[in-house]
T-cell receptor, first 109, second 115 residues
Framework: DAKTTQPTSMDCAEGRAANLPCNHS???????VYWYRQIHSQGPQYIIH???NNETNEMASLIITEDRKSSTLILPHATLRDTAVYYC??????????FGGGTRLMVKP | GAGVSQTPSNKVTEKGKYVELRCDPI?????LYWYRQSLGQGPEFLIY????????DSGLPNDRFFAVRPEGSVSTLKIQRTERGDSAVYLC?????????????FGPGTRLTVL
C-alpha cells in the first residue's frame, strides 16, 4: 500500500474551516483516499473517501489534486467536538487500512 | 441502527492465559476486519474475513493469534499464552463488501491488559 504523510498536529479556531493536508505521492491507480478520525478512547470513525473526484458529505469535503499525489480534508465549520486524530489512508482493492500517525487536530474556543 | 459491537469492553488477564475477544458486525456486512492499537499509535491490521474465510491474515503477529468467523457473522479473535506485549485495544470493523470504495465501520474496541 502507498504511504501517506501528514502533519503531526494542527490547531484551528472554533467556527473556522479546518484544512488538513495529506501527501500520498506513491498512490496507485486503483487506490482510494480515505479519511477517518479517532476521538479519544473511541474506535475510528469514517469521514469520507474518494478516488479521483472531489467529494462532499455532511461531515466534510475532500479535495484531491489532479495528479492524485495529495489531498485536503476540509471541515467547513470546526467545533470543539471535532478535536481528534485524523488519519489519511490510501487503500488497495482488499480494503485493508494502513494507519499512519495521523494529524492531531485541536479545535480551540 | 445497531453498529459494530465488541465484548468484553475490558479484559484483564495474566501472562500465559488464553483469551477470546468477540465482534458482532453490522447485520449483512460480509467483510470483517480485526486491528489492534497500542498506546499512542494508529491501529494495525491483523486479519480480514470475506464471509467465513480469512481472506488475508498477514497482519497476525505470530501463531498465538488466530480468528474465526464460522457462520459469516460473529467473529472471535483468540490469543493463546498471552504476553505483556499483547496489551492493546483490539478493534473490529465491518464493511458491506471488501474492496475499494467501501468504508469500514469500527466498533468501540476491547482493551486487553496482560499483567
Amino acid at each position: 500500500d502507498a504511504k501517506t504523510t501528514q502533519p503531526t498536529s494542527m490547531d484551528c479556531a472554533e467556527g473556522r474551516a479546518a484544512n488538513l493536508p495529506c501527501n500520498h505521492s506513491t498512490i496507485s491507480g486503483n487506490e482510494y483516499v480515505y479519511w477517518y478520525r479517532q476521538i479519544h478512547s473511541q474506535g475510528p470513525q469514517y469521514i469520507i473517501h474518494g478516488l479521483k473526484n472531489n467529494e462532499t458529505n455532511e461531515m466534510a469535503s475532500l479535495i484531491i489534486t489532479e495528479d492524485r499525489k495529495s489531498s485536503t480534508l476540509i471541515l467547513p465549520h470546526a467545533t470543539l467536538r471535532d478535536t481528534a486524530v485524523y488519519y489519511c489512508i490510501v487503500a488497495n482493492a482488499g480494503n485493508m487500512l494502513t494507519f499512519g500517525g495521523g494529524t492531531r487536530l485541536m479545535v480551540k474556543p | 441502527g445497531a453498529g459494530v459491537s465488541q465484548t468484553p469492553s475490558n479484559k484483564v488477564t495474566e501472562k500465559g492465559k488464553y483469551v477470546e475477544l468477540r465482534c458482532d458486525p453490522i447485520s449483512g456486512h460480509t467483510a470483517l476486519y480485526w486491528y489492534r492499537q497500542s498506546l499512542g499509535q494508529g491501529p494495525e491490521f491483523l486479519i480480514y474475513f470475506q464471509g467465513t474465510g480469512a481472506a488475508d491474515d498477514s497482519g497476525l503477529p505470530n501463531d498465538r493469534f488466530f480468528a474465526v468467523r464460522p457462520e459469516g457473522s460473529v467473529s472471535t479473535l483468540k490469543i493463546q499464552r498471552t504476553e505483556r506485549g499483547d496489551s492493546a485495544v483490539y478493534l473490529c470493523a465491518s464493511s458491506p463488501l471488501a474492496g475499494g470504495g467501501n468504508e469500514q465501520f469500527f466498533g468501540p474496541g476491547t482493551r486487553l491488559t496482560v499483567l
